[in-house]
């Protein structure tokens, strides 16, 4: 074989088809291989033979032939299986050893499959949307390349041909008229990922730019938007695209058409046949030959035959085409062309887009392609029909197009990336316009939302552009689909915007494009990293205006865009006349609230207000309508300017329409005219009803104000509707379906005493032939006011209300009158009436109505009732009545005579119709007459009881009276009787009784009189009644027995006391009764019912009737007595009592007390007495007990020493001393006490002995505890006391000291205390500081007498990674320094205490300071060093970097220090000392400043001096001196203008003089022109000083320096000629001064200005960051309330870290760079389950020591003699790792099942604080997939799942179980174990949230704090320079500036004058330089020119020696405002800022 190199690519090639081999001889040496041919070979002798010739092997020398893998090859079918191409050795032997090394070549081609099937993952890997489209675009990319070059029309057409009956003949063609390519360029073509910079053309070279020959590299012209249409790049996209929509392609290009042919079928046969598969034919041929292509190929064949005429083309034919995309590509053909319009709408619109939208554009009239004339069609063909033809720049709906119409404003800027790439933007704006969004919605992409119904949109906060992102991409042209940039930086909206609303933010499109500096994927479809690259700090944005770069800020150019837009473009509603908030009832109750209620709206330059006639829709919804208020959802302030809305109308005319409606504001038509509104309005409601038409047909009409009599006829009546228009209506305009029929209502309204009253009411309709009617009437006889009304009601509901107006009524208002008598009726009576009493009745008089009128005057009425006897005196007449008086009657009331009765009274009146009135009449008794008693006149009655009496009192007639009347019963015969009394008044009879009559000791019966009689009426006589008393049979005595011993009965005396044992029951009581005479009373029902006893609450009857009681219960407690009562409750009211008391019982029970304390200290005895006390079983203490019984007592308990127990009886009370335990633990004991049968126990509490050791509550002694340096301990340090048996002692005042390593030391220091109440001391939260190691510390207790040495703390003190130790300064320090240029890049590493990056430390705590170097601030920064902040350096936390930062423009020597400050910790790096040297010299400066000298040609040598003497040096553009090593000659040479002819000489007469220049300096001395020199009298002439230095080259000349001065020819005009300049020379330079200085001052106040705005902007968007982390503004009002915030902050951050957390116990192993520590300590784990399980699963490996590096493991491995588990980094094989984020297997395989148990991957628990990536890496590998689940039974039930579909991991659950990966679970090998178990390798439990989140607010106050500080700074400043701006001696100065320049103008027209007098002089130099270059570069300082005395020998003028007479020029003198000038140079302050220096 033979390799050929071009161009840099290798490929290996056949130079022929013979087969060969290549052998290396390695018996013994390493020669080079050897190439053999085995052609023509026949066995394998002849090929052993061939081998000894090439080899010159001899033949006597054996050898071994064998294959690389020693195979050993002889003459059996080894030989047969040597192949063209492979390796063999030459060896001594098959096992020699390899004596070196040999080369075997291999070829990989790579599968056809990667051409075949390369498109299907990228093409498939598309966002919801069908990739047809981009593989069509891939080919369109080439034909655009193809045809880049044409100077005519660039035609692309894509021919889509379906057949459906042969699908197989479906075909798809891409032809271009492009200029073609060659066979080379189309075998480049079908090569896989050759890119356009690999392509190799006929010569073998590379052709970067297709066409372009040889090497040269033509560079593209710059074209707008990178339409470069250099887009067929990679070598990769058509041959996928071609693969993805069919299986074969055909391509066909250039005059002689040369066509290739790949596809899958010739690939797989030529695998099939072992043939070279990436090879083929180029078929060259004529043009149109279709000889090669079959018949049945119709279309392909057809195609061929058009190539007639083409000059050149390239044709893509792709068949066999995917059945699955034919559907899409036909049916969809809008779509997807209308997806390619948009990737290539600025090819065929040009750079400004589709501005041109005009949709009736005939396709023959369409103009030309805006741009290079690109015309890309696409032709769909189908069978029998003429093509779908579907040209791209027709498509007008496409994407690109819409948002370039729709768009109101254009926003251009411009990106440079990495300093030289270029990404051209623009952004559009697309306005709202009143009632909708105008940004384009696109239909197909899925992130728009959906529609909303009429009102949701009115609470809706839709934004126009929803989820989508702004920008799309366009990469040289072409739209990338896939790639969106949502926003930048400067164009997010941000959290709080005052002048634009958040929805502006979202009316915003964009476009971006790239070039070929920017990657994409190969297929087009994503960019690589543009995104990323643009997002970059070092990216510049500028805003392109007018083709010019804008260099302002572009967050601020954007927002002024922005606002100008919203201000300009969008048509938004203004809501004014704000009435609060509403809740809208007319809405849905999710949707009622909230609105805000306004008055008016402005909207599209209008207002519309409430009352407002508006016409709402279009036909025919449209309806009219006044404005009663508009609606605006959510809570609104003020007026406010919204979208949407809604609108309330009243809709007009409200005669027609009484309805409310609300609606969408955009219904409200903007166009509609008020007045024909209004006009409509008043047309509608003319055709309302508007009067009644009233007649009477038949007469009887009612006229207003009759007066008529009771029933008088009222007549028929005909009512007629009438509307405005005159017309007769029966029902209310409208429509048809919507007319209402009007119906007419009469009343007849009765205006009575009592109110109105409707006493007639009818309703009338109007029939077909006959109108409204109503009868006649003649019912009206009701007296008073009436009121006929006629009213119009509607049919439906009755209601005379129509919207809202009264309908059409009548009203007729007229009196009714009385009518003649006819009957009379009975008038109001007023009773009562009683027998024997005269009354009277009134008889009223009535018409036939009923109403009353008038009697008859000479009546002669009758009076008749049955059963009494009624007669009358006379009538009288009264009014309308007649009084029939003096009427009495007599008889009977009722039967009993004791209640009223009732009686017909008939009345007649014979001059009456009606003559005769019955009535009934009720009669009561008469007045009291006599009195009635029913007891005889003798009766008998008991001793001891009341009698009674029955007694009535009656009136005349018998009947009993109804008076009131009070009745007395007086008794006579006996003294001290009681009186009866007894009140009557209802009638009735009554019992007149009273207390009882009672003789004392009555023996023998008693006579008395009773006398009854009526109170107060002596009338009445009164009645007399005699009785008989007898004694009483009642209940005298009462006496009580018992039974006693023997069962003989015992009397229980009154009041008795009866003792009975406590608990026990008293029977056999017994009682008896004795009455008044002394004999036993016989109990019967009666009187048993009526004893009662008070023991118990039911008495048995049967037994008080046998004169037993009921058993008594004795109380059960001695302490009670039980009073007992017998009671007789009867008239007699006899009682009995005695009392029961208890007595103790028998023992029953011991209850024992400690009288004392009872507690005692272990091993004391205790001092308090234990009391026993014996009681019965109702607990009363008994005393009766018998001696000698403290022998019965035994005391037992645990640890007691029972031996010395004592017991003693006291006052029958046991005591038990000298109680004493053992040691032991402390707490409760019992002690139990036992007597006979009886126990009880006693509590007592076990105290601490006294100290004997120390113990450290919560530490654990064994483990090693880890801290941090200057970190505090993890827990509180607590000493506490103990006794020898451990328990905590309780003794004070023990003094407690630490014993610590003098290494170390703890902050605060720690002195000796003394323990507390409970024994301990609190040392608090130590801080621990010192150098790595592990330390010792230990408590010691010091007693009186003795120490006592506490357990031993190890601690292990780490380097602390947060705390910053020292800063590492790198840069390059062999960099040069020079002024003006950049410093080299400055890196600055923060390192801790191990001495690495910190990665905590942020960059705004660092900053780089920068001053000049002198004998006051060599090594501290001062005030005015100017500060750099350096950037993070991305991927490297901890280090920062500075750079592009440029140095000073003043030369000298500077310091550089690196300061940290964090608000915590504050470093300082060393001092480096650069020199900053100058710059090359740029310009020729004079040391002072000349002025404008005057000369004349005068004898006087002074007069003709132009420079006496001034230094010139070399400086560069800055000023700074620069001339070192610089030496030549300056040339100094008198020129003049060019019109100017005479020229004055230097002494001698020379033209030019040269002087000497050394390192950079030169002096020129006495420059003096010759003694009458010619020249041009007040002419300006100038000296020419130009250098010649060999150091300079000729093209980097410096420019000369021009010094001018004036030429006279008279000695005196030239003196004040000079004395003048000189003076205005020096006004000049005060002006300037002065003005400089106020210019300064200016620009220091606008700065000022400028700088206090920025620090509150900073400010206020810091304060709103602390909003976000909920702080109170209040605490943010000062400096004291931040500080005392963020030290609270500081505290609480300080309790999280030190609060109990969960910590691994492992030894930290050292630190070092190449290891990052054990496993343990590497993850953290929140929950302590799932940290359980893991720990326990993992235990085996929590102490391996992970490391980057193998060689470092190794080195631990030794040091630790192979003790330490190791782990290095890059011995793990990573193929196999997981991946970190992939689902979990159950989504793979069961997608939707949600599985119980919450299963996750056990990874995704950790937390990694350091490390991730490579923690990701080690526990990737020791964990796997492994699973946790909630329980066991979750895990085996998804176990059970998952392996139906694959293999499952290991599952733990956090419970403690594990299922192994091959199912196997239960066991304790199986089952963790609790966390103390593990001995503190357990991962550690993570910082809480709350501590990030308090760690993120105080870095933020932090932050707050600086910049109110910086506020209040600047605010300081600022007013410091406006008060000095106000002072007097800046007002001075104002002043002489102003005279000043008075000063000058005056001199300057002397000046003038005086020149002009001399004729021809020129004007004066310009006034603020009186040196010029002609660079025009900045001029030196000037100084003011003052002149030196000069003396009087001779000087050397012009190198030879002369006189020199007395100047006659006066010295200049200072002026007072020349004195102040140095006081007002500008100086700088501490940030750079100019300041004004002051004195």
Not at 1176 to 1197: A, I, M, S, Y
């Amino acid at each position: 074989m033979a390799a050929s190199r071009r161009s840099g690519l290798i490929e290996v090639k056949m130079e022929e088809d013979d087969a060969f081999v290549y052998v290396f001889d390695r018996r013994a040496t390493d020669a080079p291989e050897v190439k053999i041919a085995t052609g023509g070979l026949f066995s394998f002798d002849d090929f052993k033979a061939r081998v000894r010739e090439a080899l010159n092997i001899g033949k006597r020398e054996s050898f071994v032939l064998a294959t690389t893998n020693r195979e050993e090859i002889e003459d059996d079918p080894s030989w047969d299986n040597i192949d063209k191409g492979d390796t063999l050795y030459i060896l001594r032997d098959i096992n020699q050893e390899l004596c070196a090394p040999a080369q075997e070549r291999v070829t990989f081609l790579p599968h056809y499959d990667t051409i075949v099937k390369g498109g299907l993952y990228e093409y498939y890997a598309s966002e919801g949307q069908n990739p047809l489209p981009y593989a069509f675009a891939e080919l369109i990319d080439n034909a655009l390349s193809a045809t880049a070059d044409n100077e005519g029309p660039r035609k692309i057409e894509i021919r889509l041909h379906f057949d459906e009956s042969k699908p197989q003949n479906s075909c798809v063609f891409i032809v271009d008229n492009g200029k073609g390519m060659n066979p080379r360029q189309l075998n480049n073509w079908a090569i896989y990922r050759l890119s356009k910079f690999k392509r190799i053309d006929q010569r073998g070279k590379v052709s970067f730019i297709e066409g372009e020959d040889d090497e040269t590299v033509v560079e593209q012209a710059q074209t707008p938007l990178s339409l470069n249409s250099d887009i067929s790049y990679f070598g990769v996209g058509g041959k996928q695209a071609c693969f993805f929509i069919g299986r074969a392609t055909r391509i066909k290009r250039f005059q002689d058409v040369h066509e290739l042919t790949i596809s899958k079928e010739e690939f797989k046969q030529k695998e099939i046949n072992r043939e070279a598969i990436y090879s083929g034919v180029i078929r060259n041929r004529q043009p149109a030959d279709n000889s090669h292509i079959s018949e049945d190929q119709e279309v392909l064949r057809s195609v061929v035959e058009e190539e007639k005429g083409k000059e050149s083309f390239t044709t893509v034919a792709i068949t066999s085409i995917n059945a699955g995309h034919i559907p899409y590509l036909r049916h969809r053909i809008k779509e997807w062309t209308r997806q390619l319009a948009h990737i290539y709408h600025y090819y065929i619109h040009g750079p400004q887009g589709n501005i041109n939208n005009d949709d009736d554009e005939e396709e023959e009239t369409r103009s030309a392609s805006p741009f290079k004339n690109i015309d890309i069609q696409i032709k769909l063909y189908t069978k029998k029909s003429e093509p779908y033809v579907i040209n791209l720049r027709d498509i007008y709906d496409d994407m690109q197009s819409q948002y370039v119409q729709s768009a109101a404003s254009q926003f251009f800027f411009k990106a440079t990336v990495e300093g030289t790439h270029v990404v051209e933007g623009v952004m559009r704006y697309h306005p709202f316009l009143y009632d909708r969004e105008t940004y384009p919605s696109d239909i197909n992409d899925p992130r728009v939302e959906q529609e909303f119904d009429e009102h949701d949109y009115a609470m809706s906060e839709k934004p126009a552009r929803g989820r989508r992102p702004i920008f799309e991409c366009f990469w040289n042209g072409r739209l990338i689909p896939y790639t969106f940039i949502h926003e930048f930086d400067w164009c997010t909206e941000p959290r709080k915007s005052k002048s634009v609303p958040p929805e502006c933010f979202n009316r915003v499109s964009g476009a971006l494009f790239t070039n070929d500096h920017f990657q994409v994927s190969t297929n087009k479809l994503t960019f690589i990293d543009l995104e990323m690259r643009m997002k970059e700090k070092s990216t510049i944005y500028a805003r392109i205006t007018n083709n010019q770069e804008k260099r302002t800020a572009i967050d601020r150019e954007f927002s002024n865009w922005l606002k100008e837009c919203h201000e300009n473009e969008d048509k938004q509603i203004h809501y004014t006349g704000n009435f609060g908030k509403v809740v809208r009832e007319d809405l849905p109750k999710a949707k009622q609230t909230p609105w805000t209620e306004f008055k008016s709206v402005e909207w599209d330059n209008r207002t519309w207000k409430a009352g407002q006639l508006v016409r709402i829709g279009k036909a025919p919804a449209m309806f009219l309508g006044t404005i009663r208020r508009f609606f605006l959802y959510g809570e609104h302030e003020g007026d406010v300017y919204a979208t949407g809305g809604e609108i309330e109308v009243q809709q007009e005319p409200q005669s027609l329409y009484d309805e409310i409606k609300a609606v969408p504001l955009s219904k409200l038509d903007r166009f509609a005219n008020p007045t024909l509104v209004k006009r409509y309005i008043e047309e509608e409601e003319s055709k309302l009803p508007d009067a009644l038409v009233v007649t009477w047909p038949d007469g009887f009409a009612v006229h207003p104000g009759d007066k008529r009599q009771a029933g008088k006829t009222i007549g028929a009546l005909k009512i007629q509707i009438q509307n405005k228009k005159g017309e007769f209506i029966q029902k209310l305009p409208g429509t048809a379906s919507s007319q209402k029929k009007l119906l007419v209502e009469l009343k007849v309204i009765w205006h009575g005493p009592m109110g109105d009253e409707v006493i007639v009411s009818h309703i009338s309709q109007h029939g077909k032939t006959w109108p409204y009617w109503f009868r006649k009437m003649e019912n009206i006889k009701n007296l008073g006011p009436h009121t006929l009304q006629l009213q119009v009601v509607l049919n439906e509901s009755g209601n005379n209300i129509y919207a809202g107006k009264e309908l059409p009524y009548y009203k007729v208002k007229f009196n009714v009158t009385e009518a003649e008598p006819e009957k009379f009726t009975v008038g109001m009576l007023e009773g009562p009436f009683r027998i024997g009493v005269p009354f009277q009745i009134p008889l009223e008089f009535r018409d036939a109505f009923n109403n009353v009128t008038k009697p008859i005057p000479n009546a002669s009425p009758t009076i008749e009732a049955s059963g009494l006897e009624i007669s009358y005196t006379g009538t009288q007449v009264k009014a309308n009545s007649l009084l029939l008086k003096g009427i009495e009657a007599k008889g009977e009331v009722s039967g009993t005579k004791t209640s009223a009765a009732s009686f017909n009274l008939t009345i007649k009146v014979p001059e009456l119709n009606d003559a005769s009135q019955s009535l009934k009449i009720r009669l009561l008794p008469g007045v009291p007459h006599t009195i009635h008693v029913s007891q005889p006149d003798d009766f008998e009655i008991e001793n001891g009881s009341a009698t009674e009496f029955d007694v009535e009192v009656r009136d005349v007639s018998g009947n009993i009276t109804t008076d009131p009347v009070t009745l007395t019963c007086k008794f006579t015969g006996a003294s001290g009787l009681p009186t009866y009394t007894a009140k009557i008044s209802s009638g009735t009879s009554t019992k007149l009784t009273g207390e009882p009559i009672i003789f004392k000791k009555l023996k023998d019966s008693q006579t008395i009189t009773a006398v009854i009689e009526v109170q107060g009426n002596k009338e009445v006589a009164a009645v007399e009644r005699r009785i008989k008393v007898v004694p009483s049979g009642g209940v005298s005595s009462i006496s009580v027995h018992m039974m006693g011993k023997n069962n003989k009965k015992k009397d229980i005396k009154d009041g008795e006391v009866i003792n009975a044992v406590a608990g026990d029951t008293i029977k056999g009581l017994s009682f008896t009764l004795i009455d008044e005479a002394g004999r036993e009373i016989k109990i019967n029902d009666k009187l048993a019912a009526n004893i009662k006893v008070n023991w118990t609450g039911k008495v048995n009857k049967d037994t008080i009737m046998h004169g037993n009681l009921p058993d008594i219960k004795v109380p059960a407690s001695v302490s009670d007595v039980k009073y007992c009562q017998l009671s007789i409750q009867d008239k007699s009211n006899m009682e009995f009592s005695f009392t029961v008391s208890a007595t103790p019982g028998d023992p029953n029970q011991i209850k024992c007390k400690c009288e004392g304390a009872a507690s005692v200290q272990i091993g004391e005895v205790l001092t308090s007495e234990i009391t026993v006390v014996v009681k019965d079983k109702f607990g009363n203490e008994v005393t009766d007990l018998p001696k000698n019984c403290t022998q019965e007592f035994q005391v037992r308990g645990d640890g007691l020493l029972h031996d010395k127990v004592k017991v003693i009886n006291r006052k029958s009370v046991f005591v038990i001393t000298n109680v004493q335990f053992e040691g032991g633990s402390i707490g409760t004991k019992d002690l139990k006490v036992t007597w006979r049968e009886l126990r009880d126990f006693v509590k007592i509490e076990m105290l601490a002995g006294p100290p004997a050791q120390v113990s450290l509550p919560g530490w654990n002694t064994d483990e090693t505890i880890t801290v941090l340096n200057e970190c505090k301990l993890p827990r509180s340090l607590v000493v506490q006391l103990c006794d020898e048996w451990g328990n905590p002692s309780r003794k004070s005042d023990v003094r407690i000291q630490l014993v610590r390593d003098t290494k170390i030391k703890f902050v605060p220091a720690v002195m000796p205390l003394k323990t507390n109440a409970q024994g301990q001391v609190d040392f608090g939260s130590l801080i621990v500081a010192g150098s790595r190691g592990t330390y010792d510390i230990q408590p010691k207790a010091f007693l009186p007498s003795t120490q006592i040495a506490g357990p031993v703390i190890h601690i292990q003190l780490q380097p602390n990674l947060s705390r910053p130790v020292s800063l590492k300064v790198d840069y390059d320090k062999k960099a040069s320094f020079v002024v003006g240029d950049k410093f080299p890049e400055i890196k600055v590493t923060m390192l801790t205490e191990d001495d690495q990056p910190m990665a905590a430390a942020k960059a705004s705590s660092l900053s780089l300071k920068l001053w000049k170097m002198d004998a006051k601030s060599q090594n501290t920064p001062p005030s005015r060093a100017v500060s750099f902040s350096p950037e993070p350096i991305k991927g490297s936390p901890g280090q920062f970097i500075l750079k592009d930062r440029k140095m000073p423009e003043s030369a000298a020597v500077y310091n550089i220090m690196v300061t940290y400050y964090d608000g915590k910790y504050q470093l300082f790096s060393n001092v480096i000392t650069v020199d900053i040297k100058p710059a090359p010299p740029m310009q020729l400066v004079p040391n002072e400043n000349p002025g404008t000298p005057t000369v004349s040609n005068t004898k006087n040598a002074s007069t003709r001096c132009i420079v006496r003497n001034l230094k010139l040096d070399l400086k560069d553009e800055h000023g700074n001196v620069s001339g070192l090593g610089y030496s030549g000659k300056v040339h100094v040479e008198i020129k003049g203008p060019d019109d100017v002819s005479d020229i004055p000489t230097f002494v001698g007469g020379n033209k030019k003089l040269d002087f000497t220049m050394t390192n950079g300096s030169c002096t020129l001395t006495n420059l003096t022109l010759q003694e009458n020199a010619q020249g041009k009298d007040g002419q300006e002439y100038r000296l020419h000083c130009s250098l010649a230095c060999p150091q300079i080259a000729k093209n980097q000349a410096l420019p000369p320096l021009i010094i001018p001065f004036l030429f006279y020819n008279d000695a005196k005009k030239q003196s004040e000629m000079s004395t003048l300049s000189k003076q205005r020379n020096h006004l000049q330079s005060a002006i300037l001064t002065y003005k400089s200085l106020f210019e300064t001052t200016e620009q220091l106040i606008k700065e000022l200005k400028k700088s206090l705005y920025e620090a509150q902007q900073e400010e206020n968007k810091i304060r709103d960051e602390l909003r976000g982390h909920k702080i109170p503004l209040v605490q943010l009002q000062s400096f004291p309330n931040v500080e005392k915030l963020i030290q609270s902050k500081v505290k609480e951050n300080e309790n999280c870290t030190t609060a109990p957390r969960r910590c691994c116990g492992l030894q930290q192993i050292d630190s070092h760079p190449e290891v990052i520590g054990k496993i343990g300590h590497l993850a953290e784990v929140p929950e302590p389950d799932i940290a359980r399980v893991l720990s326990w699963h993992m235990s085996s490996d929590m102490d391996c020591v992970v490391t980057t590096s193998t060689k470092r493991a190794k080195e631990i491995y030794r040091q630790t003699q192979g003790k330490q588990q190791v782990l290095p980094l890059d011995s793990i094989f990573r193929k196999n790792l997981p991946d970190w984020d992939k689902p979990l297997p159950h989504i793979r395989y069961r997608h939707g099942w949600k599985p119980p148990g919450n299963p996750a991957y056990a990874r995704s628990f950790l937390i990694f604080p350091d490390h991730a990536e490579q923690c990701k890496i080690v526990f990737g590998m020791l964990l796997g997939d492994t699973l946790i689940l909630d329980s066991l039974d979750s895990a085996n039930a998804y176990r059970q799942e998952l392996v139906k579909f694959t293999h499952c991991p290991t599952i733990l659950t956090r419970e403690g179980d594990r299922i192994r990966s091959n199912g196997k679970f239960g066991g304790l090998m199986n089952k963790a174990v609790p966390l103390e178990k593990l001995r503190g390798a357990v991962f550690g439990e993570p910082l809480p949230q709350l501590y990030h989140t308090i760690k993120s607010q105080i870095d933020t106050l932090q932050t707050f704090k600086a910049a109110m500080m910086r506020s209040q700074k600047a605010k300081e400043e600022l007013q410091e320079q406006v008060d000095y701006m106000k002072t007097a001696e800046m007002q001075s100065q104002y002043k002489e500036c102003k005279e000043a320049e008075t000063r000058l103008k005056d001199l300057e027209s002397k000046l003038g004058m005086t020149m002009s007098g001399r004729g021809a002089a020129r004007p004066a130099p310009n006034p603020v330089s009186a040196i010029e270059t002609v660079s025009n570069s900045p001029s030196p300082n000037k100084k003011a020119r003052t002149a030196a005395g000069a003396s009087n020998s001779a000087s050397k003028i012009n190198g030879v020696t002369s006189p020199t007479p007395a100047p006659s020029v006066s010295v200049v003198t200072p002026t007072r405002q020349s004195k102040r000038l140095a006081s007002m140079t500008p100086s700088s302050d501490d940030e750079g800022r100019k300041k004004l220096r002051r004195k």
